[in-house]
């Protein structure tokens, strides 16, 4: 940790609360998570819902390993001003889109949860039809 790091108000670490640009403030330390969104263990989301305060409980209550402290060093980018840490803030729910694992617009799921079954209902009458015994 070099000793030129700088001291981040709180509105300024609050700001960065996106998948590609995420900060948290843990034990009094900002470090800018972002590069290690996607391999977290837990998700992305795991961190982006501890943006936008300190998050120092969500992350002890987790109970990290001692490699996991580690790492935390090369995220390290500075201090918080503690002094413009709210004393409790109101829920902010995160502006990213919800959680689309395949990346399939919706539209196409809900067409195909309409489809499928009036196909296999016609199918099913189809079969049965030529099946049927004249």
Excluded at 36 to 53: I, N, Q, R
Excluded at 55 to 73: L, P, Q, Y
Excluded at 88 to 97: E, L, V
Excluded at 106 to 117: A, D, G, H, R, Y
Aim: with cysteine; charged share 30%.
């Amino acid at each position: 940790m070099a000793s030129d790091r700088k001291v981040h108000a709180f509105e300024e670490v609050s700001k960065h609360n996106k998948t590609k640009d995420c900060w948290l403030i843990i034990s009094g330390k900002v470090y800018d998570v972002t590069p290690f969104m996607d391999d977290h263990p837990g998700g992305d989301e795991v961190l982006l819902s501890a943006t936008g305060k300190d998050a120092t409980n969500d992350f002890e209550d987790v109970g990290h390993s001692d490699s996991a402290r580690d790492m935390m060093d090369k995220y390290y980018i500075g201090d918080i001003d503690l002094s413009t840490v709210p004393l409790k803030r109101a829920y902010i729910p995160s502006q990213q889109a919800p959680y689309n694992p395949d990346k399939t617009p919706e539209f196409i799921i809900k067409i195909l949860q309409f489809l499928v079954p009036i196909l296999i209902l016609g199918l099913a009458f189809a079969v049965r039809h030529y099946t049927k015994e004249k």
